[in-house]
């Protein structure tokens, strides 16, 4: 893979912390807990780096990088319901449903102002 400068990007490192965070605090979990809302949370949440990378690789085409943002911050939404969820059914502590989602919506920030400033990355 051809260096696409996204691991300089802030919504990248804090995107990989998220992921990390999530599968530390589910790794705690017992086996006999629903994992179907545990596996959707964290499918959503490591697709929020992929598309940031797939989007600085595709950074050539507007279009595309625009599209590729936007199914980023479709999948933070997308972690965002599921942590509603978990927290509703208490597959997850309170607290870590607030802190994620927190942090969701830090992400959200951060892909908003990196597609807004779209213009800027030589596309």
Known sequence: ???SGHEDLTVYQFSQEFVEAIVEAVDDLSQEEDQFIIQRILKSAKNIPL???QAMD???DAEKFAN???EAIGETVEVE???A???KEGQLLK???EDFSRDCEEISRLLYRLLNQADGLNM
């Open 1 to 3: 893979m051809v260096d």
């Open 51 to 53: 598309y940031i990378v």
């Open 58 to 60: 595709g950074r050539g």
């Open 68 to 70: 590729t943002i936007t």
């Open 81 to 83: 319901v599921w942590l």
């Open 85 to 87: 969820v978990a927290k």
């Open 95 to 97: 607290e870590d449903c």
